[in-house]
């Protein structure tokens, strides 16, 4: 690729940005846009409608750059939780990391490469006609002493970055123990989730758990709450939800609140009103039809092998969780309990035998859209080459040779189209985690951010580095000695590619995230058809999206900052914006659903590892074709002491984000014995885990107030009713003290 046809890619680019930055900086002070700018503010009621015009809303202003700047991270943690400190910080180590490669590349590499004369030397006089070749390490001569300065700088940023990971898993695992001890009593702390429940003849589910919980944890066992199988139900309930959104949509449309029409628009309305009597009457029957379905439900017949188990105190749960429950390792076997918010309940209806046949439908379909994703790349492949396009298309021979049109395709056009492509992936693979047999939603979203990580250096990096057929890219790995020399002829020939996909993928990613391009596209759509009581959608930020973004523009850091360090600014920038328009995003947009305490951290500090170890090897490479093979034997030290390093990373800070020590729960349950609200916790603790398909619906006007009294209830509720006078009785779950 040639200069131009970077400064092309960097023209449209820096032009898109700022013009995001512009629309976003004058719509966001617009009323009617709050919806799609400051969700967050209006639901919390940090922001009202502004009643009156005003001249300032038209102007840009950079006001929330400093809004953004300012806020500490205490702030941010008392506001969007411990999750969004730690991405906001794998930020900050990003920055952190290549501010120091980016002093050694740009003042020291940088011009040992341009100072060499291996391909030719740089014609300043034409500077826009050079290759980015020419900038790289494979200009620099064989054998030559500068050699050195490139091999002293791989020591010294594996030295920083590893320092930074050290600094930052014990800071996180610190930070994540004093979240825990701050907290309040959560459901899930108290609480496993145990499956595989053996039920004898002529008993229930929640016999046998109130039976075996009862004799060998009688002084800890609080209560339980069975699983039942509500995807049918679920459907009603989604169906009864979306037919009362169009009633509310007729009822509050424009037309119906005129007074005094006639003709026509009089005849419309009696057709609309007409329209909402029938949505009404079967919005009714629906609600009978899912109050018949949760009595159905509520029979044992209905109930899944499988409970939410909660105990007196914290420390009790984790004994129940690590121990093995039975001499039989199928029977009882226990899981961590997400919060009850974070319950991905459809897939507890399904059988053992349904998810392990998901898990390798999962395992298939990741190799398959791992091969059919080549096919982009290929084409991307076949546009940065203009040769090879005027050999398959003779007709755009005359096209080509025009030097803007040229310098699209190969400049802006190849990364623009793998952008496109890669928007599918996090939905895609976000679908496939949500059907491979997890139970809680943060998991789903750990397990997809896995896959995005992965599917990305594979596909995006190695399949762009190897350009050729899937068997060639697998041969490659199967002859493992062969790795270095390979990656160090095909890395850096790929070294333009990656710097326009920087700026393309990094640059107008966070312009558009900013932005929020579609959030604002849909909105302007939705406003002609929503009526004014449509609810407020506040979004959760997706983390499978951007954290694999993040560590992909890390491993390409890390990699080319010694091959070709002209990458470098261009990755600073994006870091600089990532870490402005995030904040903004959480104060203004984004709220935390579920909570992990940073548990995909230690993912973060895999990727990095595996990044420095690629580093490592492309070094070995790199040194034995330029001919100075004492520094590549000089490198061989250093990916064996990173590996060693990270296994003591395994074991010292690893188990803190697996669990919490039997020091920190005994310490937490004695601070929270001194708290007066723990009877009022415990008591809600009880039906913390009943599935909200079985909660009572009223949708339709005019219905019983028996019709929403709740489906299940625990003894105890049931007791208490009963000293009201007005209980039942008929509660099914064991709540013992």
């Given at each position: ?7 092309t890619?960097?023209?449209i ?14 719509l ?10 400051i ?5 919390e ?10 001249l300032?809303r ?34 900050t ?14 003042f020291v590499?940088l ?10 030397d ?11 070749d ?26 920083w ?80 939800k ?19 029409c ?33 009595s ?10 499988a ?45 053992f ?11 298939v ?29 003779p007709?755009?021979t ?23 492509f890669l ?52 041969s ?59 609810e ?37 920038i ?10 903004n ?11 992990t ?75 929270d ?24 619906i ?25 000293e ?14």
């Amino acid at each position: 690729m040639l200069v131009s046809a970077l400064l092309t890619s960097l023209g449209i680019n820096s032009g898109l940005c700022i013009l995001f930055f512009t629309l976003y900086s004058v719509l966001r002070k617009q009323p009617i846009n709050y919806d799609v700018y400051i969700p967050r503010l209006v639901a919390e009621g940090k922001q009202n409608q502004a009643s009156h015009f005003r001249l300032e809303r038209l102007l840009p202003s950079p006001g929330w750059v400093r809004r953004a700047w300012i806020l500490s991270e205490d702030e941010l943690l008392a506001s969007s939780g411990l999750d969004a400190v730690v991405f906001q910080r794998l930020i900050t180590f990003s920055l952190r990391v290549f501010a120091l490669a980016g002093v050694i590349g740009i003042f020291v590499l940088l011009p040992l490469n341009c100072l060499g004369d291996q391909l030719e030397d740089v014609d300043f006089a034409n500077f826009s006609n050079n290759s980015l070749d020419v900038f790289t390490i494979s200009n620099v001569k064989n054998g030559s002493k500068w050699l050195w300065f490139h091999f002293a700088s791989v020591y010294a940023v594996t030295i920083w970055t590893c320092y930074l990971l050290y600094y930052e898993y014990n800071y996180i695992s610190a930070k994540r123990i004093e979240c825990f001890y701050s907290s309040k009593p959560q459901p899930h702390q108290f609480t496993i989730l145990v499956r595989g429940i053996p039920v004898s003849q002529g008993s229930s589910v929640s016999d046998s758990v109130d039976k075996f919980f009862s004799e060998y944890y009688p002084s800890t066992y609080l209560s339980h709450m069975v699983v039942r199988r509500t995807n049918k139900l679920r459907g009603l309930i989604g169906e009864s939800k979306k037919l009362y959104k169009r009633i509310t949509h007729l009822q509050s449309d424009p037309n119906q609140q005129r007074a005094g029409c006639c003709g026509c628009l009089g005849l419309f309305r009696r057709h609309r009103a007409d329209l909402v009597d029938q949505c009404e009457k079967k919005l009714g029957d629906l609600e009978e039809n899912v109050r018949m379905q949760q009595s159905e439900v509520s029979s044992s017949e209905e109930e899944t092998r499988a409970a939410f188990v909660s105990f007196k105190s914290q420390y009790a749960a984790a004994t129940v969780f690590h121990l093995q429950q039975s001499v039989n390792p199928t029977e009882w076997v226990t899981e961590r309990a997400p919060e009850p918010n974070d319950v991905y309940w459809p897939f507890f209806s399904s059988s053992f035998m349904k998810r392990w046949i998901y898990k390798i439908v999962v395992i298939v379909a990741c190799i398959l859209l791992t091969i059919l994703f080549l096919i982009p790349v290929v084409i991307v492949q076949g546009l940065t080459n203009l040769n090879q396009l005027e050999v398959l298309f003779p007709f755009l021979t005359s096209i080509l040779k025009i030097t803007f049109v040229s310098s699209v395709i190969t400049g802006y056009l190849p990364s623009l189209i793998l952008q496109l492509f890669l928007k599918s992936v996090p939905p895609i693979m976000e679908f496939l985690s949500s059907i491979q047999g997890y139970i809680a939603h943060s998991e789903i979203i750990k397990s997809a951010c896995n896959k995005v990580i992965w599917f990305t250096i594979w596909n995006v990096f190695f399949a762009t580095v190897f350009s050729g057929t899937v068997l060639y890219q697998v041969s490659i790995f199967l002859d493992p000695k062969s790795i270095p020399a390979r990656l160090a002829v095909a890395v850096p020939a790929q070294a333009s590619f990656f710097i326009a996909y920087v700026v393309t993928s990094g640059w107008t990613s966070a312009a558009t995230e900013l932005f929020r391009v579609i959030p604002f596209i849909c909105s302007l759509l939705r406003r002609p058809c929503a009526g004014n009581t449509e609810e407020l959608e506040i979004p959760t930020i997706p983390y499978h999206r951007d954290i694999p973004r993040i560590l992909f523009f890390g491993l390409l850091g890390t990699t080319y900052f010694f091959l070709a360090p002209l990458i470098l600014p261009f990755l600073l920038i994006y870091f600089c914006l990532a870490f402005i328009i995030f904040r903004n995003q959480f104060i203004n947009v984004y709220r935390s659903n579920n909570e992990t305490g940073g548990r995909f951290w230690p993912n973060v500090h895999n990727s990095m590892i595996f990044s420095l170890v690629l580093m490592h090897a492309i070094a070995v490479g790199i040194f034995t074709l330029k001919k100075l093979s004492m520094a590549s034997t000089l490198i061989f030290p250093l990916p064996v002491l990173t590996l060693l390093f990270n296994e003591y990373c395994r074991k010292r800070f690893l188990p803190i984000f697996s669990s919490y020590s039997a020091e920190s729960l005994i310490k937490k349950d004695r601070q929270d014995e001194n708290d007066p609200s723990m009877p009022e916790f415990f008591s809600k603790l009880v039906s913390a885990y009943q599935d909200p398909a079985l909660m009572p619906i009223q949708y339709s006007s005019g219905r019983d107030d028996t019709r929403t009294t709740p489906l299940l209830s625990t003894e105890a509720e049931a007791e208490a009713e009963a000293e009201d006078g007005d209980g039942d009785g008929d509660g099914e779950e064991a709540h013992r003290f």
